[in-house]
């Protein structure tokens, strides 16, 4: 027997608040991305990757502005971009299997129907500390790559770049 229309309703929108509920300012997921979100993949022929980021502003309930999580920095960065690598400890953060890198100097954006779409509350991690996402979003302000547009359009612009 096939659920009735209230159940398929009362679903979609208990769905829609649990989203709600997530998205927070600093909060971890891990999903798999593309280059639609910058994201390059790993090997050739593959258009995807799983990546963890860390949610760091909202535009107007359409994109989710993320910072990008790796394992490592990116030697081919230049020094500029590399300075933009903000260190967490595996000690400090369940989430993660070794050290790893919030990449501060762009924001990269995903749309909130395709985050919908792959929300689930096992890929939902506790938030970055208050003193970590503090220094990092100091350091996004700092990215030459983040422009005072960017800023404003995922409400980070307190005038202090």
């Known amino acids: 027997m096939s659920p009735a229309l209230g159940d398929l309703l009362n679903n979609s929108e ?20 593309s280059i639609e979100e ?14 963890l980021f860390v949610v ?11 910072l990008l999580i790796n394992s490592k920095v990116n030697r081919n960065l230049p020094n500029s971009l590399k300075d933009l690598q903000y260190p ?8 993660l299997r070794h050290n790893s890198f919030v990449d501060c100097s762009s924001i990269k954006p995903i749309k909130i ?7 689930d509350w096992k890929n939902s991690f506790s ?12 350091a996004v302000k700092e990215s030459p790559s983040v422009t005072p547009k ?7 612009d307190d005038g202090s770049k």
Do not use: C, H
């Open 14 to 33: 208990k769905r829609e608040n649990q989203i709600k509920e997530a998205l927070d300012i600093g909060r971890v997921f891990k999903m798999t991305l």
């Open 38 to 51: 910058g994201v390059t993949p790993k090997n050739p022929g593959e258009t995807t990757r799983d990546k």
């Open 56 to 66: 760091i502003g909202f535009d107007n309930d359409i994109i989710i502005g993320v």
């Open 88 to 95: 967490i400890s595996a000690v400090d953060y369940d989430f």
């Open 113 to 119: 129907e395709k985050f919908k779409e792959q929300f």
């Open 127 to 138: 938030p970055i500390k208050k003193d970590d996402l503090e220094l990092i979003i100091g």
């Open 150 to 156: 960017i800023l404003k359009r995922f409400g980070l």
